[in-house]
């Protein structure tokens, strides 16, 4: 044979062997659909928030992230980060709560479900609850609203297929915050009933077989010189060591007739506070190592855990970590009433204690959005924040600062949509860098929203058939 014709052949044998593999990669793409960077199409309303947390886990490998479905139903999905496979969503309860298509606010919102992983590796989920009804009994720690607080937990372990619904937290709560401390123990944080109520926690140390009873931490009070109550919203989080750490600011919920403000009840949150729960030990204390005397009242807060006094603006949403040496760092959302019952465009304020005092960050170059924030050092500091550009995209976005939050810089976008709505949840709790917070984006003319689980690398994706839950008609959990 000339080299000519050899030459031809090799030519055509690669030629075909190339347009074979290209037709099975083409095949396989066909099969497996098309990948997309969402995990699930059927988030419903606010289907995650900074306030119900963790809504996200990492454990042995493999995130588990719980979010609000259709009907406000509690549904968790997991992502396996060696295998690349997902699992879920799986409903995992079914809420009192979206159940009323009578309702005047169609979507509640409250009870959001919070997760947590126990030290023998079954799944627990918190959710539905807002503050129960008469039918559940009576309240000894506040009053009622709707919905019931209620407790879930995997079938076997570390499988999100089966759930089973426990009867062993009261009724009555909302906005559930889930933490493991090193020991095992397990603490529920939650509002004992709707806005004029105790914050408790309980705490279980067989594995959330059992909780003892709630422990009141921030006291509900009637005033005396203005028609309305004591209310609160905290934020509670992991400190070091044995400590639960605490980001609070306070609810002025005034009755609806009511001769200060004619507008009667209001959204009216102000000030920003911080304390520390030693679990070993069973003290609260402040920053500077007070002792305080629990339930906390009004007055108490005042005079021994301020971080800043906001009279006047609106605040909403505190969150808190600590650095190495314990010096915690907080963040609360604020902006000025606008009046008709609402409060104008926040901005997210940063505030560290060194040691002697509270320092506010100067927060140059931040935009106005809402997040979670991770401090590594007195200086080193990052605020995983959703905002919005100039030209109306959507933006998730990790902001670093170098000098205590004075000034911070975007290093890192995890997500970007023109026109996008984000709801954001609270950092992952022990996050693998590819999963660090769990996104959802608002659909046009609907309810739901497609799911993100975010990253250093942005989001991770799935194969589109299978994020596509609702159109999927074999599935039986819509
Ligand atoms: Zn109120």
Same mark, same amino acid.
């Given at each position: @044979?000339?080299?000519?014709?050899?030459?031809?052949?090799?030519?055509?044998?690669?030629? /075909?062997?190339?347009?074979?593999?290209?037709?099975?990669?083409?095949?396989?793409?066909?099969?497996?659909?098309?990948?997309?960077?969402?995990?699930? &199409?059927?988030?419903?309303?606010?289907?995650?928030?900074?306030?119900?947390?963790?809504?996200?886990?990492?454990? #042995?490998?493999?995130?588990?992230?719980?979010?609000?479905?259709?009907?406000?139903?509690?549904?968790?999905?997991?992502?396996?980060?060696?295998?690349?496979?997902?699992?879920?969503?799986?409903?995992?309860?079914?809420?009192?709560?979206?159940?009323?298509?009578?309702?005047?606010?169609?979507? &509640?919102?409250?009870?959001?479900?919070?997760?947590?992983? =126990?030290?023998?590796?079954?799944?627990?989920?918190?959710?539905?609850?807002?503050?129960?009804?008469?039918?559940?009994?009576?309240?000894?720690?506040?009053?009622?609203?709707?919905? #019931?607080?209620?407790?879930?937990?995997?079938?076997?372990?570390?499988? /999100?297929?089966?759930?089973?619904?426990?009867?062993? *937290?009261?009724?009555?709560?909302?906005?559930?915050?889930?933490?493991?401390?090193?020991?095992?123990?397990?603490?529920?944080?939650?509002?004992?009933?709707?806005?004029?109520?105790?914050?408790?926690?309980?705490? $279980?140390?067989?594995?959330?077989?059992?909780?003892?009873?709630?422990?009141?931490?921030?006291?509900?009070?009637?005033?005396?010189? *203005?028609?309305?109550?004591? $209310?609160?919203?905290?934020?509670?989080?992991?400190?070091?060591?044995? &400590?639960?750490?605490?980001?609070?600011?306070?609810? /002025?919920?005034?009755?609806?007739?009511?001769?200060?403000?004619?507008?009667?009840? /209001?959204?009216?949150?102000?000030?920003?506070?911080? @304390?520390?729960?030693?679990?070993?030990?069973?003290?609260?204390?402040?920053?500077?190592?007070?002792?305080?005397?629990?339930?906390?009242?009004?007055?108490?807060?005042?005079?021994?855990?301020?971080?800043?006094? *906001?009279?006047?603006?609106?605040?909403?949403?505190? *969150?808190?970590?600590?650095?190495?040496?314990? #010096?915690?760092?907080?963040?609360?959302?604020?902006?000025?009433?606008?009046?008709?019952?609402?409060?104008?465009?926040?901005?997210?304020?940063?505030?560290?204690?060194?040691?002697?005092?509270?320092?506010?960050?100067?927060?140059?170059?931040?935009?106005?959005?809402?997040? =979670?924030?991770?401090?590594?050092?007195?200086?080193?500091?990052?605020?995983?924040?959703?905002?919005?550009?100039?030209?109306?995209?959507?933006?998730?976005? #990790?902001?670093?600062?170098?000098?205590?939050?004075?000034?911070?810089?975007?290093?890192?976008?995890?997500?970007?949509?023109?026109?996008?709505?984000?709801?954001?949840?609270?950092?992952?709790?022990?996050?693998?860098?590819?999963?660090?917070?769990?996104?959802?984006?608002?659909? =046009?003319?609907?309810?739901?929203?497609?799911?993100?689980?975010?990253?250093?690398?942005?989001?991770?994706?799935? &194969?589109?058939?299978?994020?596509?839950?609702?159109?999927?008609?074999?599935?039986?959990?819509?």
């Amino acid at each position: @044979m000339s080299k000519k014709l050899i030459f031809s052949l090799v030519c055509l044998c690669v030629l /075909i062997c190339s347009c074979n593999s290209k037709k099975k990669a083409a095949l396989t793409e066909v099969n497996k659909g098309t990948q997309v960077d969402y995990f699930a &199409d059927n988030g419903y309303g606010n289907a995650v928030a900074i306030v119900q947390h963790p809504s996200g886990v990492y454990h #042995k490998g493999i995130t588990y992230v719980a979010y609000q479905g259709p009907l406000e139903d509690p549904y968790v999905v997991s992502y396996n980060h060696n295998t690349k496979e997902w699992k879920g969503p799986f409903k995992a309860g079914v809420s009192e709560l979206g159940k009323d298509p009578n309702r005047k606010k169609k979507i &509640d919102n409250h009870g959001k479900p919070a997760i947590l992983i =126990d030290e023998e590796d079954y799944i627990h989920i918190a959710f539905g609850g807002h503050g129960g009804m008469p039918k559940h009994g009576k309240n000894r720690l506040g009053n009622y609203h709707g919905g #019931k607080n209620q407790h879930a937990i995997s079938k076997k372990p570390l499988d /999100i297929s089966s759930w089973e619904t426990l009867d062993n *937290i009261p009724p009555f709560g909302t906005y559930n915050q889930f933490i493991k401390m090193d020991n095992g123990d397990l603490y529920l944080f939650y509002r004992h009933g709707a806005h004029r109520s105790d914050w408790v926690y309980q705490k $279980s140390t067989d594995n959330g077989v059992t909780f003892a009873e709630p422990v009141s931490f921030l006291k509900h009070k009637r005033l005396q010189h *203005i028609e309305a109550e004591d $209310s609160w919203y905290p934020w509670v989080s992991r400190g070091n060591g044995d &400590d639960i750490i605490v980001a609070f600011d306070y609810h /002025i919920c005034r009755d609806n007739k009511n001769a200060q403000d004619k507008r009667g009840h /209001i959204p009216e949150r102000h000030h920003l506070y911080y @304390m520390v729960f030693n679990t070993k030990t069973g003290q609260w204390k402040n920053v500077k190592n007070e002792l305080l005397d629990m339930p906390l009242t009004k007055e108490m807060a005042d005079e021994k855990t301020l971080v800043k006094e *906001i009279p006047h603006d609106w605040t909403f949403q505190g *969150i808190a970590d600590v650095d190495p040496d314990g #010096k915690p760092q907080v963040c609360v959302l604020v902006g000025p009433d606008i009046g008709a019952k609402r409060s104008g465009p926040k901005r997210l304020q940063h505030f560290r204690w060194n040691g002697q005092a509270w320092l506010q960050s100067k927060n140059a170059n931040l935009p106005r959005g809402n997040g =979670d924030l991770e401090v590594k050092s007195a200086t080193e500091v990052s605020i995983y924040l959703e905002s919005e550009t100039n030209n109306e995209v959507g933006e998730i976005a #990790k902001w670093d600062s170098f000098d205590g939050g004075d000034t911070f810089k975007k290093n890192k976008i995890f997500l970007q949509r023109k026109n996008a709505g984000f709801v954001i949840s609270a950092l992952i709790d022990n996050p693998h860098p590819d999963a660090r917070i769990i996104v959802g984006e608002k659909e =046009d003319g609907t309810d739901f929203r497609k799911m993100y689980l975010l990253g250093d690398n942005g989001p991770i994706k799935r &194969d589109g058939k299978e994020a596509s839950v609702l159109n999927d008609k074999n599935n039986k959990l819509n």
